[in-house]
């Protein structure tokens, strides 16, 4: 067991306290193996019918008891930290033991030491009748790292919740829903984070590497990051499905002063936020890596590895419609047009799956910086 794994708090499993300690973790190793291949074999007979979560709720009782207790987990959760609670989760119900080798689990104080110092407040564009096939999901996957998060709608719904803008629905009236959302979020919860990042139902977010990118940046300077077009707007402007995030000067900027800098409704809403931010003085942010890569994505991570881009793109996009692995940041942000499938796909490839005998992507940040 490695110098890392001893400091570990992991105590209170009674299992490992005896000399039953080989037959546990052989019994334990056992378990979550076999669970996991009866989830996999599920998921690939069940998948191409209906979204993954469900299927794999209606198969209860074929599942091991610690993949139950995960996926109930992702539906309960509503808030705070994803592997704080399932941690929590599963000690209290003592089943698993974490020292044993077999089962994966990350040094995390990094991120969460980022979590308290880059506070992030999430925001999601979202329509009544998407809370239950999009909105739900950003919810349980996702959402549920930013440090608050808001589900702005045309109706306020107190169940779900979420914020109604007052203003009908439809892609024409998109920018007056967008800057009503930014409008709300400037007077109830300014004080509540140090960034703002504005998201679509259908965006994914890994906030880890959100935090990271901007705890180098300012969030006293009136900036924003995003996927750069460099079209329609001399510094060209960011694409919404990608998501886009607000420093506290840009959001304060845009809040006060968009009744004499920004167009009210009408227009493709990012290019005419982008235009606003320009007249606001907000700067049109750098994002990429020092290799150049990206880290923000307006299509999902299938096209930016294989290309397949529309042919507007080549003339859109700022950085050259790159592809490949090489063109995207280790420490990606975000990628759109993630149906609700690929959320979960995503929350397993990313916070899940590993290459046993590699060490983790931790290591790399206190060598050098990307
Ligand atoms: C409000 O949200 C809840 C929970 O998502 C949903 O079941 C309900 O249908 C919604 N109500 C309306 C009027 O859309
Ligand atoms: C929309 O109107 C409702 C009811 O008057 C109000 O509670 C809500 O705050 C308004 N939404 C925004 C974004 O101002
Ligand atoms: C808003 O606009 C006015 C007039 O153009 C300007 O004097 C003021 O500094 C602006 N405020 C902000 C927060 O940008
Ligand atoms: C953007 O930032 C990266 C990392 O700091 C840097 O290497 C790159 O040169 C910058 N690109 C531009 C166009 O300024």
């Given at each position: 067991m490695s110098d890392q794994r001893k400091g570990d708090?992991?105590?209170?499993?009674?299992?490992?306290?005896?000399?039953r300690v080989n037959f546990c973790v052989g019994l334990t190793t056992g378990v979550v193996i076999t669970s996991l291949l009866l989830g996999l074999s599920l998921i690939q007979r069940t998948s191409l019918k209906r979204p993954f979560y469900e299927a794999v709720h209606q198969q209860n009782d074929a599942l091991g008891h610690w993949y139950q207790q995960y996926i109930d987990h992702l539906s309960n959760q509503?808030?705070?930290d994803l592997h704080a609670d399932f941690d929590r989760n599963i000690k209290s119900h003592g089943e698993i033991d974490f020292k044993d080798e077999h089962v994966h689990h990350d040094d995390d104080k990094l991120a969460r030491n980022l979590y308290d110092r880059v506070r992030i407040l999430c925001w999601v564009m979202t329509a009544p009748q998407s809370l239950e096939t999009k909105a739900i999901h950003v919810k349980k996957t996702w959402?549920?790292?930013?440090n608050k998060i808001i589900f702005f709608s045309s109706e306020t719904n107190l169940t779900f919740p979420t914020i109604g803008l007052n203003i009908s629905e439809g892609r024409d009236h998109l920018t007056a829903k967008t800057r009503g959302a930014f409008n709300y979020i400037y007077k109830h919860h300014f004080d509540e984070a140090d960034w703002f990042i504005k998201c679509d139902d259908d965006t994914y977010v890994i906030l880890e590497n959100l935090r990271y990118f901007l705890s180098n940046e300012d969030t006293n300077t009136p900036i924003y990051f995003g996927h750069h077009f460099k079209t329609i707007v001399k510094q060209g402007y960011f694409s919404g499905g990608a998501g886009y995030v607000l420093s506290k000067e840009a959001l304060r900027r845009l809040s006060l002063n968009h009744s004499v800098a920004c167009r009210q409704d009408g227009g493709a809403e990012d290019a005419e936020i982008g235009a606003c931010m320009q007249n606001l003085g907000v700067k049109a942010g750098n994002s990429t890596d020092s290799l150049g890569r990206s880290r923000f994505h307006c299509f999902d991570w299938e096209t930016h590895l294989v290309g397949g881009y529309p042919d507007w793109y080549y003339k859109y996009d700022a950085l050259g419609a790159k592809k490949g692995e090489k063109s995207m940041s280790d420490y990606a942000i975000t990628f759109h047009y993630i149906n609700p499938n690929k959320m979960y796909a995503l929350e397993y490839l990313i916070y899940h799956l590993r290459p046993y005998g590699i060490l983790s992507g931790m290591q790399d940040l206190n060598h050098k910086k990307i």
């Amino acid at each position: 067991m490695s110098d890392q794994r001893k400091g570990d708090i992991r105590q209170g499993v009674p299992c490992i306290r005896s000399v039953r300690v080989n037959f546990c973790v052989g019994l334990t190793t056992g378990v979550v193996i076999t669970s996991l291949l009866l989830g996999l074999s599920l998921i690939q007979r069940t998948s191409l019918k209906r979204p993954f979560y469900e299927a794999v709720h209606q198969q209860n009782d074929a599942l091991g008891h610690w993949y139950q207790q995960y996926i109930d987990h992702l539906s309960n959760q509503q808030s705070g930290d994803l592997h704080a609670d399932f941690d929590r989760n599963i000690k209290s119900h003592g089943e698993i033991d974490f020292k044993d080798e077999h089962v994966h689990h990350d040094d995390d104080k990094l991120a969460r030491n980022l979590y308290d110092r880059v506070r992030i407040l999430c925001w999601v564009m979202t329509a009544p009748q998407s809370l239950e096939t999009k909105a739900i999901h950003v919810k349980k996957t996702w959402g549920k790292r930013c440090n608050k998060i808001i589900f702005f709608s045309s109706e306020t719904n107190l169940t779900f919740p979420t914020i109604g803008l007052n203003i009908s629905e439809g892609r024409d009236h998109l920018t007056a829903k967008t800057r009503g959302a930014f409008n709300y979020i400037y007077k109830h919860h300014f004080d509540e984070a140090d960034w703002f990042i504005k998201c679509d139902d259908d965006t994914y977010v890994i906030l880890e590497n959100l935090r990271y990118f901007l705890s180098n940046e300012d969030t006293n300077t009136p900036i924003y990051f995003g996927h750069h077009f460099k079209t329609i707007v001399k510094q060209g402007y960011f694409s919404g499905g990608a998501g886009y995030v607000l420093s506290k000067e840009a959001l304060r900027r845009l809040s006060l002063n968009h009744s004499v800098a920004c167009r009210q409704d009408g227009g493709a809403e990012d290019a005419e936020i982008g235009a606003c931010m320009q007249n606001l003085g907000v700067k049109a942010g750098n994002s990429t890596d020092s290799l150049g890569r990206s880290r923000f994505h307006c299509f999902d991570w299938e096209t930016h590895l294989v290309g397949g881009y529309p042919d507007w793109y080549y003339k859109y996009d700022a950085l050259g419609a790159k592809k490949g692995e090489k063109s995207m940041s280790d420490y990606a942000i975000t990628f759109h047009y993630i149906n609700p499938n690929k959320m979960y796909a995503l929350e397993y490839l990313i916070y899940h799956l590993r290459p046993y005998g590699i060490l983790s992507g931790m290591q790399d940040l206190n060598h050098k910086k990307i």
